[in-house]
């Protein structure tokens, strides 16, 4: 069994940055690809950013492109999410999720197996 929990999420002003983190116990971390989705209440959960087992490869959804970043600390079995010039629209919860896939980034979400509880960001002024 995998457990993933969240934190760092919270209330940001439009332009603001926060670093979500997700630290992951049971399954071996360091061999799957982890990723970020969140999802909006009426909405279908969206894949935000994605990373390889080893981190050497990200993927971002287009709107996230140049604003967010995924890394990840094997060592650690964490994995993060830098989001700087946050927008209202990025208000959402966030959920880290594994894949059950090395080193490609899928972007469904039924090609994860594990996925956290969430947190809240809220970007308002």
């Known amino acids: 069994q995998v457990q993933l929990v969240e934190s760092g999420g919270g209330l940001v002003e439009p332009g603001g940055s926060l670093r979500l983190s997700c630290v992951a116990s049971?399954?071996?971390?360091?061999?799957?690809?982890m990723a970020w989705f969140r999802q909006v209440p009426g909405k279908e959960r969206e894949f935000v950013a994605g990373i390889t087992w080893s981190g050497d490869s990200t993927s971002y959804a287009d709107s996230m492109k140049g604003r967010f970043t995924i890394s990840r600390a094997n060592a650690k079995n964490m994995v993060y999410l830098q989001m700087n010039s946050l927008k209202p629209e990025d208000t959402a919860v966030y959920y880290c999720a594994q894949s059950r896939s090395r080193n490609s980034i899928p972007r469904g979400e039924l090609l994860y197996d594990y996925w956290g509880q969430g947190t809240q960001v809220t970007v308002s002024s």
């Open positions: 049971g399954r071996t971390f360091s061999v799957y690809g």
